[in-house]
């Protein structure tokens, strides 16, 4: 039987550059998606695909974030005395098991391959998960649950995979598939940011993964790719080549990427219009804001 996937990696590293100025003291994984932070959601994620362990590559200025799971006692007991429940059950599903976390420092962004690369040690010899925090997913099953569930039949590396229009490739890494499977494509080669008319196919490469411990090994002997950054991408690729076990996911649900500010604000509008508590005054807000707007040109 194969082992379940149990420990996940959460590279939070990052400069964050695309957020200046609100990232030169807030790390981008802390801010808001309504009133839950990205990493909030990523660790909802991780914990209902049975993840037990979490990793987090943190780096400089990261504070806030190691400070969200501690136990906020002075707080609970406040809710607690004020008989303010309902506040108190959401606070306490923040709290993390002792023990469950583990912060791993990435002296330099060096990319996402060397931030995976800075968990080895914490990683053994088993399969893992890797969440870009920065990567929101609305899906009835969560989607690193969809993945875990491909992965325990097909074992080896799998990577999310979502459908874009050619114009948009030369934003991802693509892939190029030997064989469709449906839910599931084998796959045998992978082209980061290709041109439109370059691209070998329209799936790209978003940030969900599960992979072998072999992906570390590739990392050990990498030298800086794109950018002068150790690229995960370059790792998996050459476990294309070398073993032949790489398959991306088309997952079931709508990512937002809240790395970029228009990606963060469509997820904010679509998290917001998702909330009974909110819905109906917000959706009467959008509809009189875009009549004003008709109504101008
Ligand atoms: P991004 O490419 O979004 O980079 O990283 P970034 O630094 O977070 O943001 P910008 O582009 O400057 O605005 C993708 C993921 O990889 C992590 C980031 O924290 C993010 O979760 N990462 C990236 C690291 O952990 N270390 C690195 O050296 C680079």
């Known amino acids: 039987m194969k082992r379940k996937v149990t420990k996940a990696i959460f590279p939070v590293a990052g400069l964050g550059t695309r ?17 839950r932070p990205l990493i909030q959601y990523a660790i ?13 590559v943190t780096s400089r200025g990261k504070s806030a974030l190691e400070d969200y799971f501690d136990h906020a006692n002075e707080l609970e007991s406040h809710l607690r005395r004020t008989g303010k429940t309902e506040l108190l059950e959401i606070l306490k599903s923040t709290n993390m098991d002792s023990g469950a976390i583990a912060y791993i420092r990435q002296h330099k962004a060096l990319g996402l391959g060397h931030a995976v690369w800075c968990a080895r040690r914490l990683i053994g010899n088993e399969s893992f998960a890797v969440i870009l925090p920065d990567d929101v997913i609305a899906a009835e099953t969560p989607c690193l649950q969809q993945m875990i569930e491909a992965h325990a039949e097909v074992g080896g590396n799998m990577v999310a995979a979502m459908e874009v229009p050619p114009e948009k490739a030369s934003a991802y890494g693509i892939l190029d598939i030997s064989n469709d499977m449906g839910s599931m494509v084998a796959v045998k080669g992978m082209v980061e940011k290709p041109k439109a008319e370059d691209a070998p196919s329209n799936l790209a490469v978003i940030g ?15 030298k800086s790719g794109a950018g002068g950054e150790i690229q995960l991408t370059d790792a998996i690729a050459e476990e294309i080549r070398r073993s032949n076990n790489v398959y991306g996911y088309r997952f079931r649900g709508q990512r937002f990427d809240c790395g970029s500010k228009a990606g963060f604000l469509q997820a904010t509008v679509a998290f917001g219009l998702a909330r009974d508590d909110l819905r109906a005054e ?7 804001l875009t009549a004003l707007r008709r109504a101008a040109e």
């Open 19 to 35: 957020f200046l100025p609100a990232t030169k003291s807030i790390p981008k994984e802390v801010m808001t998606l309504v009133d």
């Open 44 to 56: 909802d994620e991780a914990r209902a695909a049975g993840i037990k362990e979490f990793i987090f």
């Open 208 to 222: 969900r993964y599960i992979l072998t411990p072999k992906i570390l090994n590739n990392l050990n002997r990498m």
């Open 282 to 288: 917000f959706e009467q807000f959008l509809y009189s």
